[in-house]
């Protein structure tokens, strides 16, 4: 099938450069002409495990490329996919007015039968808008359908989570829709969804944000943990060993970051309040991951006691490991935190410290987690990199002028850093 795929972003680009991978013929458009300039050299803007040889590989066969002409995308393709950005406004609220331009332009250039397929995540009635905005200029009068198809993409493992999903939701209103959606969507070996347009735009929020309440409520268990001298981690494996909760996303730490839930839960709020429904439940979920990362600054505090004038090292600066996305990341607002508190900070992350250099230019970038220890009044532990579990402890400990860490994200076991020597502060544990 011949696809455009409108916005190279981290959507985007993971998506077209998939379905180009299952043998479609994908354009990828973006507006920004410097990222097409690069992705068309092979420089990949993002840093995602395996996207570079799949960009390569399906570039050299063909069925991949890009450009930053809209018109000639839409002209040469059977479906349009709608990925460009929806970012947050000062209010929660989901900013649409990209993906209504690229609605204009598609109704203004095409000649014959489109399918345009929402996957940016937005608010629910986007899929009626797009449809409006097209008919009022679709003049000449084609026929057209709206479709759409959320993603559930997590970063650092996009391409295996498209490949094999847990599910594939599509929101259509007509057969032809469903059965070019079906066809595409062929290989892969997953559930088909099939609902109504308005049921699959709020599937994407509503599993965005009970993915993050599932964090928030064990991070409050934690607290709890905390005073009751329980653990947890055990907590969570009892609670997760029941088949209707699982396991999954019950990991306490430093709290949720990322592009996807903060902004989405925000914007979820906002849905509801204009439906006229107060999400007091969400808006709990919000407070509770702000509180959990104040809640590390306050276990550094307690540890240290003053804190201007200590170094801190700080290990790991992405919101998750495996990527480099630092964009609203528990260590922006942590290390923020620190600075105005008058601490100097030493910082590693295997991927994500160029991206951090634009915040903080100021503070210091080592070549190792090392480095990082050598001379701190403390560590701290903010991304659950694998390489950082496989530290030499013992090393760690003689580097540090005093052994103190404070591990926001629960790498380490608690009783074996205690019997090294180490005053050791987890997130819920003894
Ligand atoms: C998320 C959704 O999982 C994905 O389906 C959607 O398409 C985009 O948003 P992503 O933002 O890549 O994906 O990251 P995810 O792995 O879901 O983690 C989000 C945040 O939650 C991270 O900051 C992570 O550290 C935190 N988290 C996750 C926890 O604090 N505890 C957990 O148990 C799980």
Redesign the pocket.
């Given at each position: 099938m011949k696809i455009a795929m409108i916005g190279a972003g981290y959507v985007g680009l993971v998506t077209g450069t998939c379905f180009s991978e299952l043998g479609n013929c994908v354009l990828c458009v973006d507006n920004d002409v410097e990222k097409i300039k690069k992705l068309k050299k092979g420089i990949i803007p993002i840093y995602e495990p395996g996207l570079d040889e799949l960009v390569h590989k399906n570039t050299k066969a063909k069925r991949l490329s890009f450009t930053s002409e809209i018109e000639e995308a839409v002209q040469v393709s059977d479906i349009i996919f709608i990925a460009v950005g929806t970012p947050p406004r000062e209010n929660g609220e989901a900013d649409l007015s990209s993906v209504e331009k690229v609605s204009s332009i598609i109704a203004d250039v095409m000649t014959e039968y489109k399918l345009v397929v929402g996957k940016s995540?937005v608010p629910v009635n986007t899929g009626k808008w797009i449809k409006r905005t097209m008919n009022i200029r679709n003049t000449k009068g084609i026929d057209f359908d709206v479709a759409s198809n959320p993603?559930?993409?997590?970063?650092?493992?996009?391409i295996n989570?498209f490949l094999y999903p847990d599910r594939i939701v599509i929101g259509v209103e007509s057969e032809r829709a469903k059965s070019i959606l079906y066809e595409l969507y062929k290989p892969i070996d997953a559930p088909i969804l099939v609902t109504d347009i308005e049921s699959a735009e709020i599937i994407?929020h509503a599993?965005?944000s009970f993915?993050?309440t599932?964090?928030s409520f064990?991070?409050a268990i934690s607290i709890l943990c905390e005073r009751a001298g329980a653990d947890v981690k055990k907590v969570a494996e009892g609670m997760g060993l029941d088949k209707r909760i699982g396991s999954?996303?019950?990991?306490?730490?430093?709290?949720?970051?990322?592009?996807?839930?903060p902004k989405?839960l925000s914007a979820f709020i906002k849905i509801a309040e204009d439906l006229g429904y107060d999400f007091r439940l969400l808006r709990e979920v919000e407070q509770i991951n702000e509180e959990q990362k104040k809640g590390i600054v306050k276990k550094i505090r307690e540890n240290l006691w003053n804190l201007r004038g200590k170094t801190i090292g700080v290990l790991g600066l992405s919101?998750?490991p495996n990527?480099d996305?630092i964009r609203y990341?528990?260590s922006i607002d942590i290390i923020g935190e620190l600075i105005k508190e008058g601490v100097k900070i030493k910082a590693y992350d295997p991927k994500a410290m160029e991206r951090t250099k634009k915040i903080f230019p100021n503070i210091t970038y080592c070549k190792d987690a090392y480095e990082v220890c050598d001379g701190s009044d403390a560590l701290v532990i903010l991304?659950?990199w694998d390489e950082f579990k496989n530290l030499d402890i013992k090393k760690v400990k003689d580097l540090l002028k005093t052994p103190i860490i404070v591990d926001g994200?629960n790498i380490f076991d608690p009783e074996t850093l205690k019997e090294i020597g180490f005053v050791y502060t987890g997130v819920g544990r003894k």
């Open positions: 995540t993603e559930f993409l997590r970063e650092g493992s996009a989570d994407k599993s965005n993915l993050a599932k964090i064990i991070n999954d996303f019950l990991n306490a730490g430093a709290g949720f970051g990322g592009f996807c839930f989405d919101f998750k990527t996305d990341a528990p991304t659950e994200r």
